[in-house]
């Protein structure tokens, strides 16, 4: 809904924290610029403006390809001068033919052309170093800003939108830079260049013909206006397109199993015949442009010659300067023309660079601290102290409400309560997945907000329910854990946690290939490698947020040994969906609607007979009620 | 059609044929445009020499002539905006249908094509197909009907140089040979060039569409900086690719547009030298120049064109790779073969791979209608594997699998849709609302879709929400846990009344609690034959019976009570119990 265009990068810099991000952060519209269609018009000028402030690597190019563009259209010019030149006086003229003044100008004509060539080699090849190495720096730095986004503004994205966001939009930019960059470089020092020559012939006619031309200046920018917003909008449905495409590329199973693909191809057709419907509108504006511009050219044209001819006396201008002066304005057409051509294509660029700053406006919620400001975690076991902490999701309701607990070093902490009680939340904001709205996390007696992100990284690890695997081998997933890890690492860890044998059963050991997403692993078999990808890490706080809810048990009977040595000699906070965890715990935190209502260990709260003891006993009602037999 | 060996203009002859037969109509009237826009020009650069030798360089300033002059040069330039109208109008729907065309036709396949293509392929390598690879496929199109009408151009304008003098005419012809030399020897060396951008636009596609789907383990690891590194490391690549073929293309087009001022060049130093020696006139020699300018375009846009051609066709194979991918998927018959209530359930020595790697060799099971029964075993044991082939995704290696006695190949697949419903133990919800996610279009009252969330133990929580049941969730998004994801899924499922329901670890996410109410919700409101994965006695309690699956085949079958008396199974089940409870 609200584009935020008016916020300055600058001002967003981590230098305002931790002090700035104490207060609540102002969470309304943050990331609606992602998906949503943008309700304010786009203004090319403060595109360009902030587009070139925001790419350093746009301003250090231009000076030399400006150059040769002058170059190049000052070359542009003398040739067909110099083709008349000989017709007039090597061939024409009172003389007759004059050999020598023909291969003379012929000669240099020649030259002219060989030179004009180079010179635009040079300024093409300038051109397209510059034009990819500001694509390459946008397209990274909107990646870079979408990584730090808040979980929140991932989720409410669509994968393939935030694709779009990083490709489509830059092959927009990128197909701007390669047909219509160079036209603007050339043809306005060509139409100035022909109009000061012109000047030579009549000042009165060369004003006629520059205010005729004038005219047009109003029909295009009334016509830029909408096709930018035509573009836009072409780039909203573009993204539309992708976001629809990306889901049912990933959905492939439950479409298949559903019998959803007569509904989803419906889906994908509406999504591709809207796009081309924004898109063919946005051409009528391409189409309509060009016959205008000529239009007006021709009445410049016919004006010239009428004028001409009318007052030819007064102008001081005789039949041979006219001929010529009418060779001039048909040679200002030409690049007119092409800047006509290239409006279209400059806007559709345009549009596409609005929308990746839409992304790289879209406030950042976890702000790092200043390099100088941040502090790093002490080594060992981190205790956790949480005071007073609330925290909603955007403007939704409060997801945890007054949360203060302590959670000594070394302790190992069971979260407990029913499906949105806010245990998830809870552990990422100790993972600082997200900030509190108000209240503070204090890990290791710092504030979690001035912890400086590689301390951070070290120092705490969360292992997510989701259990996302990078299309690697295994070995890469483990190390994945910590930079600089190696594959004796990963080894180690596979050992620690007792997971040789599952892996000496898989086809290629640890080289084995995990597919997309892990896909060829089993959900169980990704979690594992989870687990191993945080022993790697050996941080000083481990956060598991249902992290073995799928671990096959015979597996986890071993992982259970593991994780009590991978508990050992660290704070571990256990989002937990089994009673062991709990039982086994120094300390339970009982969730309920945001609260922590009851803490204390295992035995003391069955015995206070409170939420707690309900819960256990529908537990163990349901887990224990046939023990088998045999053992 | 094989792409290699066969000449780079053959290829795009044959791009070119497919959209002008799909669309002939905007095709033509583009190119009558385009004609129209040939015939306005030779026509004013005729008027402007009339109007020179008859206007302006008249005895006497003659302002009528010069107000016909200006009058018929304007009607002129009307006739040409309409043409220039006209062939835009009409170019821009051909290129834009021809893409929706192909991105139509390749999104279609997306979701025909069996899930082994999905199983090896990248989602952002298939984003980066429709999208980009459609886009440069089409490129060509721009000025194909521009291409084809400067043709006339030049035969008028080499008509009329030869008229001349033939000398001339032979001059200007010499400049097409050379413009086909230069193009040839460009195309060649772009070709290769072109398909890796391609590639690497893909690559960068591939790396952006995984970074942002593993978004929360990417946050949780620190790993951004990395990732960022990725980022830019495959943007590299495809800068250093874009680099290359810019250069190939700086040296071709001003090459291109030097071709016809040299060529003009030459005509004066002939020309004069003819009209020296008096073999021509000056005015002829004059007309040859005017003549000769107008070659200017042709060239431009011919070069224009042949530039488009690598890259375009290079874009339009990758798309075609997936094209031509056969669908392998049995065809509808409309016909309803299976009977009315719970279906039975025949599989018989199944064989079922991925690759070259058998996951299920030799499974044999038999269901019967109404039966319940859980599927036990270890992590890899081949549970996933048999019931997504019994939902119709996998393809059998060998045996057979029946639907109360109907061989599973000969069922109509949307008959099988409709009696089967397999729920994930990954929920996958579509960035919609809740209800949309439940009906998936089966067009189920509201009630329906209420009570099917009932069962699954959702109903609560997703009143909860914002905008209740029509809140829309994300992806894979915090919106909803993993269990509150599981149950909306399961919902999915129930809603369909499916007479074979496969629950493959749906529930696992979901605490002990909601489960059992969940499983007590399904005996209570479902009349259907159910294939359970299990990992929780209390599950396998619920089952008439255990299939034992160990090493791609099940090893046994029979009660929870008679399985018992097998050591692995007792092992095993008894590892579940301890893991449950500690």
Known sequence: MSETPDIDLGRTRPSEAPAGARSAPDRAGIGEDLDGAATEPVKALRVLRRGIAMSPELRRGVPAIAAVGLFAAVGRLIVPVMVQLVLDHGVLGADGYQPG???????????????????????????????????????????????RLSLAAHSESRRGVLVARVTSDIEAMALFMQWGAYSWTINPVLILATLAVMLFYSWQLTLLVSVLHLLLLPFLRWIQRRQIAAHSRVRDRVADTMGHTSEAVSAAAVIRAYGYRGAMRARLDRAVDRQYETQLSAFKWWAFMLPVVDLVSSVALAAAIVAGVTWSDELGIGAGGLVAFVFLVRLLIRPISEIGEVFDNTQAALAAWWKVMGVLDTPVEVVEPAPDEARELPDGPLPVEVRGVDFSYRAGEPVLRGVDVAIPADADVAVVGETGSGKTTFARLLARLADPSSGDVIIGGVDLRAVAPDARRRGIRMVPQDGFLFAATIEDNIRYGRPGATEADAAAAVEALGLQRWMEGLPAGMHTPVGQRGGRLSVGERQLVALARAQVADPGLLLLDEATSAVDPETEEALAVAMAHLSQGRTTVSVAHRLSTAERADLVLVFDDGRIVEQGRHDELVEAGGAYARLHESWVGNTRRAAPTGR | MSAAGDGLARRGYRLIMRSVRAHPLAHTAALIGALGFVATTVGTAWLLGWITDNVIIAEEADRTGAGVAAALLIGVSVVSGISVLMRRWFLA???????????????????????????????????????????????????????????????????????????????AAVVFPALAVISRFYTRRIEAPSAEVQRRVGEVSEVAHESFDG???????????????????????????????????????????????????????????????????????????????????PLFIVGFFLEEMPRSVVSLERVDRVLQRPVGAAAPTGARLLPEGPLGLGIEDLAVGYGSRLVLDGVSLQVRAGETVALVGATGSGKSTLLETVAGLNDIARGSIRLSGVQFDRIDPAEIHDAVALVFQEAFLFADSVVENVDLQTGSAPADVAAALESAAAGGFVDGLADGPATVVGERGVTLSGGQRQRVALARALVRSPRLLMLDDATSAVDPVVESEILANLRRDLDTTVLVVAHRISTIELADRVAYLAGGRIVADGTHDELLALDDYRSLVSAYEQAAAG
């Open chain 2, 215 to 297: 978004a929360v383990v990417v946050k949780t690891l620190g790993r951004e900086p990395i990732e960022v590194e990725r980022m830019r490391a495959a943007s590299e690549r495809l800068r250093d690719e874009r680099i290359r073929v810019g250069r190939m293309r700086a040296t071709f087009e001003p090459a291109i547009d030097a071709l016809p001022t040299m060529g003009a060049v030459f005509l004066l130093l002939v020309g004069a030298w003819l009209v020296g020696r008096g073999s021509a006139t000056p005015g002829d020699l004059v007309l040859a120049a005017t003549l000769f300018s107008l070659l200017a375009l």
């Open chain 2, 93 to 171: 729907m051909a290129e834009l249908r021809t893409q929706r065309d192909w991105r139509r036709a390749l999104l279609h396949r997306y979701i025909d094509l069996p899930m082994d293509f999905h199983r090896e392929r990248d989602p952002g390598e298939l984003l980066a197909h429709a999208d980009a690879d459609v886009n440069t496929a089409t490129m060509v199109l721009k000025p194909l009907a521009f291409a084809v009408s400067v043709v006339v151009l030049v035969i008028v304008t080499m008509g009329a140089l030869f008229a001349a003098h033939p000398l001339l005419a032979l001059i």
């Open chain 1, 101 to 147: 003044v023909v291969w003379t100008l012929s000669l240099a004509a020649l030259a002219a052309v060989l030179v004009v060539a180079a010179a635009s080699r040079f300024a093409l090849i300038r051109l397209v170093r510059m034009a990819e190495s500001v694509l390459l720096g946008l397209r990274v730095r909107a990646f870079e800003h979408i990584h």
